[in-house]
């Protein structure tokens, strides 16, 4: 439940000393690109902070995000700060059930009418709303609900902000983002399959700290999503040379040259994944040798393949299939010619498919 | 969980082959650290360098420490895991790397000033000390 020690007496009662509350807030305006000037503005700002209550809401999703978010390796301070919110509903992580639960929803919406924070992972079937129901209530009927008495809310995951998974070709639950359905309060975008945890952690800091972010126009706070990965990308370098790994077991490979002729996606793709990194700042996707496949863009699973460069126009290989099609082959046989028009092609051009890519088609 | 990559002889080797990758940044950095300190000196301004907020390759690093060089003071702050902080061979242009308590990096910055303001006891801790303090006096036999 929601009550009010402020962090500052949180931090005294947990032995933190300012020194350390110093060190985080430093990491912390690192981590939100704001300039090192105004770090002590956030330390004020997170000291006087008031204790905000939070529904967490999950509806077409994997939960990917969820344990994300809990499984990662918070600094003491960050958990304070997850510590300092007030999680009053968040069905996968709360030990009440059923109608126990969802008292405990309505509880929180009465009580912080117009204050609390929605938290949405997942997206929202709207063909038929009875593909995804939480105690009896459609997804849309609940997020309506609880949408109307939040202060702001925030679209954690690529479901809930753009659709994700669910609204991928051919979308058979109708499936939408959050912005959407709700048109009348601020919606804080924070993509990612899953979004990388401590940027969620410095959306809801920022937050606490000096309320919405400044949001891009397609909602995601600047200040995380503001540079594409391919300009953070430690491999630029060798993309400004000319120099590319053109398979996962070339020389270009095994030297850690760029990976865009492998498709990757980090010149379109805006994240913090090349500066904030993985597993407690570890590594990224393209550190550990894969292409980016740009999960914090929208309908980035219908963008083409993963492993096409970004040069080669998407639904190339529908177009090699069609030809093949067309060209009188039985419909039986079609899948197969398809299957080796792209490898043929794919020799001809020097271009990358994978198991999965002639999967697909076969 | 313990994400940390052992370290073996072929580590060493590619840590070694990866601290010649540059992306050409250390030079416009050095010329910015150069006119940070005339700053400090002439109007006693200090200034703060994000590291973490351009791209910045082993290589960079390796041309930045030779540049600026070794310095007197080394000082590590064991505080949710450590923080490093020196002075470089350039007195006056600090390095400080916050690390989390895995060891891994959690920001670094140079930092252009007399005396990085962490390294100074905090007007709270003090506080908190003083108090601490007085309880233990109280507690000691007569």
């Not at chain 1, 994240?271 to 393209?286: D, L, Q, R, Y």
């Not at chain 1, 040798?289 to 863009?297: A, D, K, S």
């Not at chain 2, 350039?90 to 690390?99: L, Q």
Request: with cysteine.
């Amino acid at each position: 439940m929601a009550n009010t020690p402020m962090l500052a007496e949180m931090m005294k009662t947990h032995g933190i000393s300012r020194r350390a509350f110093m060190k985080y807030c430093a990491s912390l305006t690192s981590l939100m690109a704001l300039s090192p000037a105004l770090a002590p503005r956030v330390a004020e700002a997170l000291e006087n902070a008031p204790r905000p209550s939070v529904i967490w809401l999950s509806f077409q999703e994997c939960t990917g995000c969820t344990e994300a978010i809990t499984r990662s390796h918070a600094p003491t301070i960050e958990d304070l700060i997850f510590n300092a919110v007030s999680l009053d509903y968040h069905h996968t992580l709360q030990a009440a059930s059923g109608h126990a639960a969802e008292e405990a929803r309505e509880h929180a919406m009465k009580q912080h009418y117009g204050k609390y924070i929605l938290i949405v992972d997942g997206s929202i079937p709207i063909k038929d709303p009875g593909y995804s129901c939480i105690a009896g209530i459609s997804n849309l009927d609940m997020l309506k609900e609880t949408a109307a008495g939040a202060a702001a809310i925030v679209s954690v995951g690529t479901c809930a902000a753009y659709g994700g998974v669910g609204h991928a070709d051919p979308n058979p639950t109708g499936a939408v983002a959050v912005s959407e359905i709700i048109k009348d309060k601020p919606i804080i975008n924070v993509p990612g399959c899953p979004p990388i945890p401590v940027v969620m952690t410095g959306v809801l800091a920022h937050f606490l700290s000096f309320g919405i972010p400044e949001l891009d126009e397609l909602g995601r706070p600047k200040a995380f999503y503001g540079n594409s990965i391919h300009d953070r990308c430690y491999r630029r370098p060798f993309y400004d040379k000319g120099q590319f790994a053109e398979g996962f077991d070339d020389e270009g490979a095994r030297e850690g040259w760029c990976l865009y002729k492998l498709g990757c996606k980090g010149p379109t793709t805006k994240s913090a994944c090349a500066t904030v990194k993985w597993n407690n700042g570890v590594s990224f996707p393209i550190e550990a040798g894969h292409p980016c496949l740009g999960c914090t863009e929208p309908d980035f699973w219908d963008n083409g393949g993963f492993y096409k460069p970004l040069s080669v126009p998407a639904g190339d290989y529908r177009d090699a299939g069609l030809a093949a099609v067309a060209g009188g082959a039985a419909l039986g046989a079609a899948s197969a010619l398809l299957a080796k028009a792209g490898k043929t092609k794919a020799a001809q051009a020097h271009e990358t498919v994978d198991a999965h890519d002639l999967e697909k088609s076969s | 969980m313990d994400c940390k990559i052992p370290q073996t002889h072929t580590s060493s080797v590619a840590d070694e082959i990866l601290s010649y990758v540059e992306t050409g940044n250390a030079s416009p950095l050095l010329h910015e650290i150069q006119h940070a300190l005339t700053t400090l000196l002439e109007q006693g301004r200090e200034t703060t360098i994000d590291l973490g907020a351009m791209p910045f390759a082993p290589g960079d690093e390796r041309i930045l420490d030779e540049v600026l060089g070794e310095g007197e003071v080394y000082a590590t702050i064991t505080i949710m895991g450590e923080s490093k902080i020196r002075e470089t061979g350039t007195p006056g242009v600090w390095r400080i790397d916050h690390f989390d308590e895995n060891g891994e990096y959690q920001s670094r910055f140079i930092e252009i000033t007399f005396m990085p303001d962490i390294l100074k006891t905090q007007h709270e801790d003090a506080e908190q000390g003083l108090k601490d303090l007085r309880e233990r006096i109280t507690t000691l036999k007569p």
